[in-house]
């Protein structure tokens, strides 16, 4: 009888299923990087930006406790704070110059690292899980504009007016963006320049979530509204693989936030990963080392969230705040936004 006992407990707790329970789980989300400070927040706005990414990382963990995917968690988080108008996504993103919403948004799967992407659509509620449709049930990666709506379409996802995006906060930073334009222009700098000369908050806010799952695969996704007052159909680097976004389980998984031309050009999110890979860094040395040795001398400003198969987590940015939470393990949860917490 003893012996039957003893060897049920031992079949146990050799079972595929206990071990799995015991692995590391862990979610890493973030709602934007750039000028956030103290002094320019109201508590009731600190409170209202805490309660949310609070929300966020609830709806991604819980996923993950309950022993789900971390891709869904990544998309469960993310679609809080695309639904929400503080984030520069979904709901709440930025102004075109012409006055519109354009949209972005990347996923990938680091086990697979199958990756899918949508850029500059319009019409889309969710682009999180229309750039997670494209990775599933579409032969390519990145689809952009009118073509992506056609496949949302297809694929039996409503279209919504670009005007549900509207708010009236991101209307004024419009126009104080192109007052600043108007004024870059008359002494005679050309758009691109005085876009670059545009402060920070014009520049930045994004939301993204990073997770890994009981089962030790890691996922990654970014969302956004990209720069107020962009032109010509620009593109930043949120739904670009690599750049914004990035999920291999050999390395880490990783989502930015920042001007992103200058994590285009520094592959930001890859090369995170590759350094963790390659060189066996660390995932906080890796994502410390290119957010303030290789971007902040260049002028690239923002930040990225990043977590390896053991959970271990980063969050660097360099810039004033940026909109933070996570949680791993046995750890409490941290929600933060300043630079000093
Ligand atoms: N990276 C985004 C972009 O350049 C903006 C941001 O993260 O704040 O479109």
Same mark, same amino acid.
């Given at each position: ?12 707790? %050799?079972?595929?299923?206990? +071990?799995?329970? =015991?692995? !590391? @789980? #862990? $979610? ?88 899918? %992407?949508?850029?500059?659509? +319009?019409?889309? =509620?969710? !682009? @999180? #899980? $229309? ?88 996922? %990654? ?121």
């Amino acid at each position: 009888m003893k012996t039957t006992v003893l060897f049920m407990l031992l079949a146990l707790l %050799a079972s595929p299923l206990l +071990r799995a329970a =015991e692995n !590391p @789980i #862990a $979610l890493v989300i973030h709602g934007g990087a750039g000028t956030i400070e103290k002094s320019n927040m109201t508590p009731a706005r600190e409170k209202a930006y805490r309660d949310k990414l609070r929300q966020a990382l609830d709806a991604g963990y819980g996923v993950l406790e309950g022993g789900g995917r971390s891709m869904d968690a990544v998309i469960a988080a993310i679609q809080v704070m695309e639904s929400s108008p503080l984030f520069n996504a979904g709901k709440g993103a930025v102004y075109t110059y012409d006055g519109h919403h354009e949209l972005d948004a990347s996923v990938m799967d680091g086990k697979t690292r199958q990756a899918g %992407a949508v850029a500059g659509v +319009r019409r889309i =509620e969710s !682009p @999180i #899980a $229309l750039a997670r449709m494209v990775m599933e049930d579409s032969p390519f990666v990145m689809l952009s504009g009118e073509g992506a709506e056609t496949f949302a379409r297809s694929r039996g996802v409503p279209l919504v007016e670009n005007r549900m995006f509207d708010t009236e906060q991101r209307l004024e930073q419009l126009q104080r963006a192109k007052e600043k334009l108007e004024r870059e222009n008359r002494r005679g700098k050309d758009y691109q320049a005085a876009v670059e000369a545009l402060p920070s908050p014009y520049k930045m806010g994004t939301v993204g979530a990073v997770a890994l799952d009981r089962s030790g695969n890691l996922a %990654a996704g970014t969302s956004t509204g990209g720069m107020t007052a962009k032109r010509y159909g620009r593109i930043g680097d949120s739904p670009v693989i690599g750049a914004g976004t990035f999920a291999d389980n050999d390395s880490c998984a990783v989502s930015a936030t920042g001007h992103g031309e200058y994590f285009i050009r520094y592959n930001v999110a890859a090369d995170i990963c590759a350094r963790v890979r390659y060189q066996g860094k660390s995932v906080t040395e890796a994502a410390d080392k290119v957010i303030h040795d290789v971007l902040w001398p260049t002028g690239g400003t923002g930040g990225v969230i990043a977590v390896d198969t053991d959970g271990n987590i980063a969050m660097p940015f360099n810039t004033k705040g940026m909109y933070r939470a996570s949680r791993s393990g046995s750890k409490p949860a941290k929600i933060a936004i300043f630079k000093e917490e």
